[in-house]
């Protein structure tokens, strides 16, 4: 069976987006989905959040900058089914070097290509800079599917319109023809206010076939695991978030023909 990629992208930061993309991932391994997350962030969270510590020289900057390959970057999580491809500081300078190169916004596809063709993953996720800049738009046009991680408020609802734009960009300029929406998580809402409750519906007013009906809750626990370097499961079996994320990756299975063989 062929290899997806989903990229979870937003321009704005601190929506739960690595924090999706780790949980979601962990959530897909643990049901015997052989899954690759790539942390494309200089700042390296998701790295951390699955208990693997930077190293310089383990990040996608060189294979990106024409040094060694992708395969060789994948490293093994404590999690059975989950590998990593890990972040580090240095990965920011491709930001300015790789705009310097031709076809540079396609650098990532390219060099991801043998990695899917490998047939080791069922699954890669692909976690972005909290910028629409040049490795958030490499990860637009190395994906099948982009997942947008959406906070419960207002001001996110500006910023959906603006990675929508960048979505038809991708696919207008040829870079990507057959990137797709592949749906919105709706995260850090808030049981006690109205207003959680009215973004949700305005989302679903626009986009109702590609909302998630998973909510991903505001709760301590999950701003809290990654700072042990433990997943919601391992942190916090028991809680909301564990089971809104292990809900979200039922979702993602049925809606994507996902499975473990």
Same mark, same amino acid.
């Given at each position: 069976m062929s290899t997806l990629v989903f990229t979870i992208a937003n321009q704005k930061g601190g929506v739960g987006k690595t924090t999706t993309a780790v949980n979601l991932a962990a959530a897909l391994a643990d049901k015997k989905i052989p899954t690759l997350l790539i942390d494309l962030d200089p700042q390296a969270n998701a790295t951390s959040a699955v208990g693997v510590e930077k190293q310089a020289g383990r990040s996608l900057y060189g294979p990106l900058s024409g040094e060694g390959t992708a395969m060789e970057m994948?490293?093994?999580?404590?999690? &059975?089914?989950?590998?990593?491809?890990? =972040?580090?500081?240095? /990965? +920011? %300078? !491709?930001?300015?070097? *790789?705009?310097?190169? $031709?076809?540079?916004?396609?650098?990532?596809?390219?060099?991801?290509?043998?990695?899917?063709?490998?047939?080791?993953?069922?699954?890669?996720?692909?976690?972005? &800079?909290?910028?629409?800049?040049?490795? =958030?738009?490499?990860? /637009? +046009? %190395? !994906?099948?599917?982009? *997942?947008?991680?959406? $906070?419960?408020?207002?001001?996110?609802?500006?910023?959906?319109?603006?990675?929508?734009?960048?979505?038809?960009?991708?696919?207008?300029?040829?870079?990507?023809?057959?990137?797709?929406?592949?749906?919105?998580?709706?995260?850090?809402?808030?049981?006690?206010?109205?207003?959680?409750?009215?973004?949700?519906?305005e989302v679903k007013t626009h986009l109702a076939d590609k909302i998630f009906k998973t909510v991903i809750p505001r709760t301590v626990r999950l701003s809290e695991a990654p700072s042990f370097g433990k997943t919601i499961f391992d942190y916090d079996p028991l809680s909301p978030g564990a089971t809104a994320y292990k809900n979200l990756s039922k979702e993602l299975i049925t809606r994507f023909g996902l499975n473990g063989k």
């Open positions: 994948v490293t093994p999580t404590a999690y &059975p089914n989950l590998s990593l491809i890990p =972040s580090e500081e240095d /990965l +920011a %300078a !491709a930001e300015i070097e *790789l705009a310097q190169t $031709q076809n540079y916004l396609a650098r990532l596809r390219d060099i991801i290509a043998p990695v899917k063709a490998s047939g080791k993953f069922r699954v890669i996720i692909i976690d972005c &800079p909290p910028a629409m800049g040049v490795l =958030s738009m490499n990860s /637009l +046009a %190395a !994906a099948d599917f982009l *997942l947008i991680a959406l $906070q419960c408020e207002y001001m996110a609802l500006e910023g959906l319109g603006q990675i929508l734009r960048n979505l038809d960009r991708i696919k207008t300029a040829g870079l990507n023809n057959k990137l797709e929406l592949g749906g919105v998580v709706m995260t850090m809402f808030d049981t006690r206010t109205n207003l959680s409750r009215q973004v949700v519906e």
